[in-house]
């Protein structure tokens, strides 16, 4: 029986994403530290140890100061993680990249089921209003869902779940107080400018930051009449 290897080993000369690294249990993440510390680890069954050398890229949504003091995540192992830290605001505090995320995911749907699906705009509304707890995987698997359960292209605010839906009542501290609603297509377009005039016009970062491609994003700029 050959024997498989492991993602570190695979991964290298390249990166390792891991994903809610403040679950990880007490016993693999003193294996975890033991192969960043040696740059080394040793296949399970085999004596001979293998070098690595991998780019570490975590995110956790935990507080791991408060979990090291806890004592459920390893001191020494943090300080080997937090080398470069990076908050990403909730999704509720970066309400303009909504329309960007929706676009995005329903793309990718229609690209995995082959069926074209758009949101109306009271449907639109409600997912503006809304405060994500479960942030952008809450996103992705409630337009999942709907595209699912939806027979047609058009997802209506009743395609939503419940808890999404009955947040229509939180519009007004979306919009600052104001009733009026900002197009989805105003929204996306403000979002694309600002973030170019953020990287002092750096328009393949705005590309890979917005997660479009440059293409994407130069077709869009000469719909809005933007020099590039």
């Known amino acids: 029986m050959q024997s498989k290897e492991g993602l570190l080993a695979i991964a290298e000369g390249g990166t390792v994403f891991l994903d809610e690294v403040g679950e990880l249990p007490v016993d693999l993440q003193a294996k975890l530290l033991r192969a960043i510390q040696e740059k080394e680890i040793r296949p399970v069954g085999s004596t ?37 830290s990076l908050r990403i605001p909730p999704l509720r505090e970066r309400r303009q990249d909504i329309p960007l995320l929706v676009a995005h995911f329903l793309e990718r749907i229609t690209r995995s089921t082959g069926q074209e699906h758009t949101l109306s ?39 939503l779940p419940g808890s999404i839906s009955g947040a229509r009542s939180q519009e007004a501290a979306v919009n600052e107080g104001s009733a009026k609603i900002v197009p989805m297509a105003d929204l996306e377009k403000q979002t694309i400018i600002n973030t170019i005039a953020q990287l002092n016009g750096d328009k393949l970062l705005a590309a890979r930051l917005l997660g479009i491609g440059k293409t994407t994003l130069y077709r869009k700029l000469k719909e809005y009449a933007v020099q590039e």
């Open 48 to 84: 001979k140890r293998i070098a690595i050398n991998v780019r570490i890229l975590a995110a956790t949504n935990r507080d791991l100061e408060q979990s090291v003091a806890q004592g459920s995540f390893r001191r020494d192992l943090y300080f080997r993680l937090n080398v470069l």
């Open 121 to 159: 705009d009271d449907a639109l509304k409600a997912m503006l209003a809304f405060d994500w707890p479960g942030n952008v995987r809450e996103l992705e698997n409630s337009l999942e869902r709907a595209c699912a359960l939806n027979t047609g292209p058009l997802i209506h605010l009743g395609d």
